[in-house]
């Protein structure tokens, strides 16, 4: 069986443990909190590590049990585009194509961040960070047909509310 190191194993999901919970909380600051909460956390039941199935997994459950009550316990304002998700944009030519572009991606993060927690959360999971069905129901706690179906809606959501704000202005 292979020994697992806080440097070697835990340290490396800090970048993923952030980005989840910046997803969750909106806000830079307590996302940076709760991933060293969760890294403190992580530490203290060191000695479970060895039971766990991913370690992955209960990392990215911690950290997103501590977003939620964080985020509950604050009103989170609206994300703000960092300069990853400005660049996934498309790059446009002209300045116009380029304000459009930037336009469009604040509207589909808008709407993203108005969706239902399970289903953000979700969404992002697969779509952002890339996360198989099955990681996302271990982390999420439900089942992966539940994921699959939360992440249908939460597509579908985005699709139909971005349609209708480019179709008629709203």
């Not at 039941?45 to 985020?71: M, P, Q």
């Not at 996934?88 to 930037?102: N, Q, R």
């Amino acid at each position: 069986m292979q020994e697992i190191s806080f440097r070697n194993n835990i340290l490396p999901l800090k970048d993923r443990l952030f980005r989840l919970a910046l997803q969750i909380t909106l806000d830079r600051a307590e996302a940076e909190d709760v991933v060293q909460e969760t890294m403190i956390r992580v530490w203290n039941h060191r000695e479970e590590w060895a039971e766990l199935g991913s370690l992955e997994a209960y990392c990215l459950t911690v950290a997103r049990n501590l977003a939620i009550d964080r985020s509950q316990k604050k009103d989170a304002q609206a994300l703000e585009l960092t300069e990853g998700l400005e660049q996934a944009a498309a790059d446009p030519v002209t300045p116009y194509d380029k304000l459009v572009g930037k336009e469009r991606l604040r509207l589909v993060q808008e709407i993203i961040s108005r969706l239902p927690e399970k289903q953000r959360q979700i969404l992002l999971l697969r779509d952002v960070e890339g996360k198989s069905y099955k990681e996302i129901a271990r982390t999420v706690c439900i089942t992966e047909e539940q994921v699959k179906v939360n992440l249908f809606r939460a597509r579908q959501k985005v699709k139909q509310k971005f349609l209708e704000i480019e179709t008629y202005g709203l």
